[in-house]
């Protein structure tokens, strides 16, 4: 089942950006590499990198992915062309949302087998970017995150790869019920069991879930 397309790929290694009146190391400024092959290894494209390791990167986010079908709304909101690299995804793809995705779904793309691992928390570096502090919040707000992938099978990804769905997880969580269970509806214990029944879903959210229901049970 084909979701959708890879319309660019962007990469960028770790820089050190003045942000107040800190010196920070970041790898959110992603740029389009073009029409070349990359290659794609169980921790990320060759050429990428993240600036701290703690948050993020790993094989749990070894891909993030963010959708174009986003960017109309975003450029409404900001009165300018957003394009591809603007939320400092590595795949930006078409047509698929939050909607149309869930835990543990396993995908082809070009020469690779990935699978989807958790939706993305975007950090204060996002607002960094855009200089719009609030922004990180507003995307937690709507739900407009884009997500991560583990990648199963290493190889090269190229510009205009289709997004083949290989293997749809049984429990067909979607992205938007992660995003509404952890932003949203903080509370929700039955949410949070769901996904944690999930073995596929990431050890940091499967970590900050456990948390929060062992607080919610104690109280």
Not at 63 to 69: I, L, P, R
Request: glycine share 10%; charged share 20%; proline share 5%.
């Amino acid at each position: 089942m084909e979701l959708g397309t890879l319309i660019s790929l962007n990469t960028g290694l770790p820089e050190t950006v003045q942000f107040g009146k800190k010196d920070i190391s970041t790898g959110i400024n992603k740029e389009p590499i073009g029409t070349q092959p990359v290659y794609l290894t169980r921790t990320g494209l060759e050429g990428d990198g993240q600036g701290d390791l703690v948050f993020h990167g790993g094989a749990d986010k070894a891909v993030c992915v963010y959708s174009a079908e986003h960017f109309p709304y975003w450029g409404g909101r900001w009165q300018r062309e957003v394009l591809p690299g603007a939320f400092g995804e590595n795949f930006t793809v078409s047509a698929l949302t939050e909607l149309d995705v869930c835990i543990g779904d396993i995908w082809s793309v070009g020469e690779t087998v990935v699978q989807v691992s958790q939706p993305r928390q975007p950090c204060y570096k996002l607002g960094m970017k855009h200089q719009l502090p609030e922004l990180p919040h507003e995307v937690q707000r709507n739900g407009y995150t884009g997500f991560y992938l583990r990648v199963i099978k290493e190889g090269h990804v190229k510009l205009g790869d289709k997004l083949l769905l290989t293997s749809r997880h049984p429990a067909a969580i979607t992205i938007a019920e992660a995003n509404r269970v952890m932003h949203i509806d903080k509370q929700d214990k039955a949410g949070m069991l769901a996904l944690l029944a999930i073995t596929e879903l990431s050890a940091s959210w499967q970590q900050t879930l456990t948390g929060r229901l062992e607080k919610l049970n104690a109280e």
